[in-house]
């Protein structure tokens, strides 16, 4: 007898934008607490995520992050205090996260699900100073490594799980970089 799948619900898997980060600290706990499961138990079938619901939840998490790093490496393309060098290394950044942006949104609409746009504001803080914009690229860079990397286990869809490792990649390369930049060890 075949187990009955829950309903997912391809209308309402975006989150709102108030709770989105709470809702990416809450989906990397529990893959962290079912990476561990795994391990301990080698039993997949307990991870948190390994549903299309979760795939869906997952994706719109990291649309919401990939909006974020575009308003701001435009914040600080924009902003007029980066030196010639550092505004080509932005510009190649940002592009990279549409890219992503757009692949993200391409599966949420081949899964039947509108993508939500960016925020009309994000909160960058202030940004006074080349090393100021350098730092909020730094921590959203970080930000994504962590969570890509956290939630990659939980991926149920191989297309999905694919696409995530490729950007994965990408936020390491820019977190390295500014890393560099900012003078942080890459250790």
Known sequence: MMEQQPAVNLVEPVLD??????????????????AILFLLTGNTRQLYAQSLGGDLGILSAALYLENEAV????????SKLLSPGVLNVAVAFQSDHKYHRDGIGGVLKSLGVEPRGPEQHYDFGSLHSEKDILRLARDRENGAVLAYGTLASNIMTKAVLNFGANVLVDEVRHRTILNGALGIPNY
Not at 17 to 26: A, T
Not at 71 to 78: D, F, H, P, V
């Open 17 to 34: 934008e108030k709770n989105i980060r709470r809702e990416w600290l809450r989906l990397a706990g529990a893959a962290s607490g079912g």
């Open 71 to 78: 308003a701001a490496y435009q914040a600080g393309t924009e």
